[in-house]
């Protein structure tokens, strides 16, 4: 078992909660290079795929890409990717669940 040293979670500090599905698919973006970009892992924020804070109090936090050129992203959509934060294709399992 690990211990909270471990982790980086305080003591009794709660388990982060699982992200909830935004959309059963990814979004594509076009992004530019350089640009870093906060992709929102909890499900819960407003302007999808990207963080707008209301992942505080989760336990979840964004995951920063950024961009090494000029290109069409396909940022996970369901939150389940196991490549975050771009889509794997993981969606297919969970689109039921968002249905
Ligand atoms: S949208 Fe999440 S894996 Fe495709």
Known sequence: MLRSAETG???????PRSPVVAQAGPYPV???AG??????????S?????CD?????TGL?????RAQKDETIWF?????TGD????????????????
């Open 9 to 15: 979670q305080g003591e009794g500090a709660p388990a």
């Open 30 to 32: 076009e992004v530019k």
């Open 35 to 44: 640009e870093k970009y906060f992709w929102c892992a909890c499900g819960l």
């Open 46 to 50: 407003v302007t999808q795929p990207f």
């Open 53 to 57: 804070g209301t992942h505080a109090g």
């Open 61 to 65: 936090k964004p995951v920063i890409f």
């Open 76 to 80: 996970c959509g369901c939150k389940a």
């Open 84 to 99: 975050k934060p771009l889509c794997d294709g993981s969606h297919e399992r969970v689109a039921g669940d968002a249905r």
